[in-house]
């Protein structure tokens, strides 16, 4: 069986049939694609990739579905984020991927993939929409947003360096905690992280995590009743993360650390700020 743990966007497709030519793999050997959620970093390319793998089946979280079928609200409200001429540029066209070719994967859904069990998870806190996929042969996690974002560029100090992508729309610290505390009840061995690669190690990266949820929110309600609170929320979570890096001698300059996160930390800032709309702090 072949499958693909989330698809990246469409400017990602060339890549992954690369990987498949390499491996002498044809397109009608793709079983599975599985998106762990709908943002468009981790699903975008889902509709193009089922046009070029006729014989894929789609498994989507339940909240997941009837976005990836008609992804009209995910164009709408990518398009509110990033404006609509870097939206055509950074995702190109969303493709509807057909009803009848998605499956939904709930939560303790069970996969055998080529005698292989995969475990689907409900993991809310980053999204409602959001599935990770336990690995038990390897006690490994495949966790798309759920366990943070962490750049190899800047993990060549004392300490790793992870954050939570507190990205619009539906960031719930609470929730993402609980995920957390149910994840590690797994004892994975190692988490496969979207942005960026394979990470041991795990309880010590999940106590980082929870204490970064917990300043992100922290930081939020901070600035809850100032002026410009979003740039504010943006300002100081970049330049924590600037002043930790810079303390665990990660090996890389202010302007290297600025050129990587700085445009991730005004999207969680954008996050914090409609999260503590739904706190009534406005």
Known sequence: MVGFVDTGTNNSVSILQEVLRRKGIANEKVNYIMPTHVHLDHAGASGKLMQEFPEATLLAHPH?????ADPTKLIQGSQAVYGEKAFKKMFGKLIPVAVERI????????????????????????????????????????????FGASYPELNLGRRRFIFPPTTP???DPD??????????ELSPARVFITHFGMHEGVEGLAKLLRQAIRDYA???????????????????????????????????????????????????????????TTQNVT
Not at 175 to 184: P, S
Request: aromatic fraction near 10%.
């Open 64 to 68: 997941a579905a009837r976005h990836l």
């Open 103 to 146: 499956q939904e994967a709930t939560d303790g859904f069970e996969l055998d993939f080529n005698g292989r069990k995969l475990l689907f998870i409900d993991t809310p806190g980053h999204a409602k929409h959001h599935y990770c996929i336990y690995d038990e042969q390897s006690s490994g996690l495949f966790t798309g947003d759920t």
């Open 169 to 171: 729309v539906q960031f």
């Open 175 to 184: 929730a993402w905690l609980e995920t957390l505390d149910k994840l590690m």
């Open 218 to 276: 922290a930081i939020a309600q901070e600035f809850a009743s100032s002026e410009n609170r979003c740039e504010r929320i943006s300002e100081c979570i970049l330049q924590d993360s600037i002043n930790y890096l810079l303390d665990q001698h990660c090996g890389a300059d202010v302007a290297t650390i600025r050129h990587l996160i700085s445009f991730d930390m005004e999207l969680n800032a954008q996050g914090l700020d409609y999260w503590l």
